[in-house]
């Protein structure tokens, strides 16, 4: 299948800092990109999807100036966390689907642990 | 909207015997289903999905799960486990986009000799 790379694996950063992380499409164009939070032992929850070249569509309850998301490119997407807070310590995990339509399958990053002290 | 339950937490199975992971969903409308492992620290991997046709659908690694409409199921099984099944299991629904995906909260399968 097709491979997405998401980097960092791991980012330790302290208290009201911001910090990116990068999900790259390294074998396909990925019109949508999709990023998921999870914490220890719960289920994936669906934070923002992005479209390229447009702004990102928030899940409710996420805050959208708090997790930027940026989709510049087919790609490339990045999230931010800014001014991070021990309690946005998770697993950020993205996914992108190929430009080939809604039906097509999304892959999976390898995840990035964030952990804010 | 959908929503997916898995009904296991945790299974704990012998090495080299069947293992079965629950799945339910409720959907207003038709669905695909999906079945992901998560090993530690990593994302996720695609074991096998319904789309439509034949209910019984299998995947990678030796697994196989059988669609259920009337009992809006979709249990996924293997005959015989191994140490390296370990893992967490994810089943998931889609209103029709395989990328927005609402996920259960997941089925920690421990495998021991």
């Known amino acids: 299948g097709a491979v997405v790379s998401q980097h960092p694996s791991r980012v330790i950063c302290k208290s009201g800092t911001s910090v990116k992380i990068e999900c790259r499409s390294l074998d396909f164009q990925a019109t949508t990109m999709f990023w998921y939070r999870q914490f220890p032992k719960q289920s994936l929850m669906l934070m923002a999807t992005s479209n390229e070249g447009s702004k990102a569509t928030y899940e409710q309850g996420v805050e959208k100036d708090k997790f930027l998301i940026n989709h510049a490119s087919l790609t490339l997407s990045t999230l931010t966390v800014t001014s991070a807070h021990p309690e946005d310590s998770s697993f950020y995990i993205c996914?992108?689907?190929?430009?080939?339509?809604?039906?097509?399958?999304?892959?999976f990053g390898q995840g990035t642990r964030l952990t804010v002290v | 909207a959908q929503s997916v339950t898995q009904l296991d937490s945790q299974v704990p199975v012998f090495e080299e015997a069947p293992v079965e992971l629950r799945c339910n969903y409720s959907s207003s409308v038709s669905v695909y289903l999906f079945w992901y492992v998560q090993y530690p620290n990593q994302g996720l991997q695609l074991l096998l999905k319904y789309l439509s046709g034949s209910t019984l659908v299998k995947g990678i690694n030796g697994f196989e799960a059988e669609f259920n409409k009337s009992q809006t199921s979709f249990h996924l099984r293997k005959p015989s486990v191994h140490i390296s099944d370990t893992a967490e299991y994810f089943c998931a629904v889609s209103g029709g986009s395989w990328g927005k995906l609402q996920f259960g909260a997941g089925t920690q399968v421990v495998v021991t000799p």
């Open positions: 996914s992108a689907r190929d430009k080939g339509g809604p039906n097509t399958e999304a892959f």
